[in-house]
DNA sequence: CGTATGACGTGCA
DNA sequence: GTGCACGCCATAC
């Protein structure tokens, strides 16, 4: 019985590259739309490299954050040709 | 067990 | 259109 935030983590690993999710996205695929507030925490504390957690920002359409460096994960969104609002 | 925290989201001024 | 404040859930201590 895997927990939300490994449920999040799973989610957010599988998705493919040239897409980004939301974090209600995510939560919601997660199993708890609500909790997107948590998803943010989760993946904050845990930093995973096989995670793509680059590939998930705000509903806004902004990056929200990035725990190795907002600037890195601009480039790598822009990399993949995402773009990203603001 | 209870408190504090956080990569958010929405509403209102 | 921009800025501020409140509410939300899960995790960590």
Redesign the pocket.
């Known amino acids: 019985m895997p927990?939300?935030?490994?449920k999040v983590l799973e989610v957010v690993k599988k998705i493919p590259k040239g897409k980004v999710l939301?974090?209600?996205e995510v939560a919601k695929k997660a199993g708890?739309e609500?909790?997107?507030?948590?998803?943010?925490?989760?993946?904050?504390?845990?930093?995973d490299p096989n995670?793509p957690?680059?590939r998930?920002i705000?509903?806004?359409g902004?990056v929200?954050?990035?725990?190795r460096g907002i600037k890195l994960?601009l480039q790598l969104l822009k990399q993949e040709g995402v773009k990203v609002k603001k």
């Not at 927990?3 to 490994?6: A, I, M, P």
């Not at 929200?64 to 725990?67: A, F, L, Q, T």
């Open positions: 927990s939300f935030k490994e939301s974090y209600k708890n609500k909790a997107f507030r948590a998803v943010g925490s989760i993946l904050n504390k845990n930093l995670i957690c680059h998930v705000r509903s806004d902004k929200g954050g990035y725990n994960k």
